[in-house]
């Protein structure tokens, strides 16, 4: 199978995933308590304005025809309008705040691999107690929850230390980005556009806010990489090809990044794939710790007030997410991996 | 003759939960410059711990307990760091059991050769070690194209030369072939022995050639030594050792290799195992499975001597 066959399979393949996960979301959000409109209003609201607001949400039709109608929508690339506040389309209001979670999942990714990595070589490195005391965080940042992580961050950081902020993206208005050769680029990434329009001031205010969160969510990650990177380079520093390394002698570092490593971090791809799921999980208790205007935060806020679509269509948003990044994961294994052909 | 590598009273231990297995006890052997030295033994005699030992390539729970190596002089077992790294590969090369995992998946053939060439000669750059790697590659019979390919792209007697290549890069003294052809057929055996032979001349190298296989032995090795249970029984040229084997152990590896021209002859088997290493019979180590022996063999062990024929035994017999 070449690989423009296999992407296409897995995309192909995608479809009824998303599906399945947006029906199950659909009709569990419709038989939780309580309802868009009930939740608009006081509890003694007029009768008459609580029909009128089901009948304009189109919530009075039978369910069926509710969810016929919204997977037709979906399929013409609509994600309808919101059902509390102002009404407003969904698809706007998640692309608006997809850049903040986007950019929390990159750098607390890059704090678990480092983290992660470097501790698992580490530990194989130099054994004894060094490696026991690595062993142990690993099992107690996989079992320590986000929210702990952030809040002893944010108490030393933020209250006692007062270097780093302990909420927010940004201070003041977000750096707006870069005009080349008539062409505005804005990515969202506040570090990211900061540095394209060379605002040197905005990057650190930017990166500041950034740095607690994702260390929170990032250690919490880091724990499982910690574990799989250590337990699969002891397996291939027994191996074979790493003894006859040695033998012609090869310097230490090189055995063991070279030759260790480079296979022990196979297995260590895939995790992080699939700790990719776990890390948009992560990402909204975080958001909803550090204050970050993501998509976490607008799910959780969504849900509370029953906003259907809102709840929807950010799902079928990050399941898309997800299954992109995972694919992307399983196209670098291969590249990594050149016994590996798609 | 030349020393080129000295064994002395040589000890390793597994230091295992079950308790100390002695994989080698009491070595001593002088490897001599130009020759190749045939090291027999069933599995577990420690001849692969021998290789080990010689390479400073011991990894915890094995320990040497007592004894030296002596590599032109210098002691091997004494050496760290720098000292020992520049020693294996340079001076002293190994070619192991497995071609198929000895070398590394993820890089190309081409990389093995630059990283290696270029971690032991400072003043010599990448482009001077791909030169060095198309010439190695020519004299094992490999097309210089196929340096661009991955290991798991060549079959186990292509890997097999090139990890032949990859060991004489450097022009080293000493190599150390473990098994070179276990894991290979028949017909690629015979090929990839040939080839050691011819560079074994080419590159005036002394050999050592471990092996289980009596016929490798016999067919590459202008001495051999018998290993059992971490000792050497016999010591001898090969000629003498195949016509008149002494050590009872030896006469029955020499008895169970079958002979395709006189299938009359009964294939003899030694009767028992090799005795667990954590737990070696009193007196000659042998004698549970020896034929011929008798009181002292129970209780008094054997020294490796010199007899008047210029043969070295290790047993009561003689």
């Given amino acids: 199978m070449g690989l423009r066959e296999y992407i296409l399979t897995r995309v192909i393949l995608t479809i009824p995933m ?144 007062h270097v780093l902020p302990v909420y927010g993206r940004y201070d003041g208005t977000p750096p707006s980005g870069i005009t080349v050769a008539g062409i505005h680029i804005q990515t969202g990434l506040y570090t990211l556009d900061s540095l394209l329009s060379g605002n040197f001031q905005a990057f650190l205010n930017s990166a500041s806010h950034i740095v607690l969160p994702s260390i929170a969510l990032g250690v919490v990650i880091s724990g499982v990489f910690v574990r799989i990177t250590r337990a ?111 | 003759m030349e020393t080129i590598l000295s064994i002395r009273n040589l ?86 059991q497995d071609p198929m995992t000895s070398l590394n998946p993820v890089k190309k053939i081409r990389d093995h050769f630059i990283e290696y060439i270029t971690e032991h000669m400072e003043n010599i750059d990448e482009h001077k070690a791909l030169e060095i790697a198309r010439k190695m590659m020519k004299s094992v019979g490999i097309s210089e194209e196929r340096l661009d390919d991955y290991p798991h792209q060549f079959s186990g007697g292509m890997r097999q030369r090139v990890m032949i290549a990859l060991a004489l890069a450097l022009n080293p003294n000493l190599i150390l072939a473990d098994e070179p052809t276990t894991a290979l057929d028949v017909l690629v055996e015979a090929q990839i022995l040939e080839l050691v032979k011819r560079l074994k001349n080419e590159f005036s190298l002394t050999l050592i050639l471990i092996t289980h296989n009596m016929g490798v032995v016999a067919e590459m090795a202008d001495r051999v030594a018998v290993m059992y249970c971490g000792r050497i029984v016999e010591l001898s040229k090969t000629e003498e050792l195949y016509k008149n084997p002494k050590h009872p152990y030896t006469k029955g590896l020499i008895e169970s290799i079958p002979l395709l021209y006189n299938r009359s002859r009964k294939l003899v088997s030694i009767p028992g195992h090799p005795p667990d290493l954590r737990n070696i019979p009193s007196g000659c180590s042998f004698h549970p499975r020896c034929p011929y022996a008798f009181d002292k063999c129970m209780n008094v062990e054997p020294e490796l001597e010199k007899k008047e024929d210029g043969r070295y035994v290790a047993c009561h017999l003689y």
């Fill in chain 1, 18 to 161: 998303v599906f399945i996960l947006l029906s199950i979301v659909f009709f569990v959000m419709r038989i939780l308590p309580g309802n868009p409109v009930l939740l608009r209003f006081e509890k003694n609201a007029d009768p008459q304005l609580i029909a009128s607001y089901t009948h304009k949400l189109g919530l009075d039709k039978p369910l069926y025809i509710q969810y016929i109608d919204y997977i037709n929508d979906l399929f013409h690339g609509n994600l309808g309008l919101s059902m509390s506040g102002d009404f407003s389309p969904v698809a706007p209001e998640i692309m608006s705040r997809f850049p903040a979670t986007l950019e929390l999942a990159i750098y607390s990714t890059l704090v678990a691999i480092l983290l992660g990595i470097g501790l698992g070589v580490l530990g194989v490195a130099k054994r004894g107690k060094v490696d026991s005391a690595i062993k142990l965080y690993g099992i107690i940042s996989y079992a320590t929850p986000v929210f702990f992580v952030g809040m002893v961050l944010q108490i030393v950081f933020g209250v006692f230390l």
């Fill in chain 2, 11 to 96: 000890s390793v231990s597994y230091y295992t939960d079950e308790g100390e297995a002695r994989a080698i006890r009491n070595l001593s052997l002088d490897v001599e410059k130009g020759e190749t030295l045939g090291i027999v033994g069933e599995s577990g005699s420690g001849k692969s711990t021998l290789a080990l030992a010689i390479m400073g390539l011991l990894q915890p729970p094995a320990r040497v307990k007592t004894g030296s190596i002596y590599y032109k002089g210098r002691n091997i077992l004494s050496m760290q760091g720098e000292e020992i790294r520049k020693l294996r590969g340079k001076e002293i090369a190994m070619i192991f």
């Fill in chain 1, 232 to 342: 699969n380079m002891l397996e291939t520093i027994r191996a074979d090809f790493v003894i006859a390394a040695r033998a012609r002698g090869l310097k230490e570092r090189t055995v063991l990044l070279g030759y260790a490593l480079k296979n022990a971090i196979l297995p260590v791809v895939t995790v992080i794939g699939l700790q990719f799921a776990i890390l948009v999980s992560g990402a909204v208790l975080t958001e909803t710790e550090f204050s970050i205007q993501g998509l976490g935060l607008y799910l959780v806020d969504r849900v509370y007030f029953r906003d259907y679509t809102a709840v929807q269509g950010t799902v079928v948003f990050l399941a898309i997410i997800i299954t992109t990044v995972s694919l992307l994961i399983d196209i670098m294994y291969a590249y990594l991996d050149p016994r590996v052909r798609l």
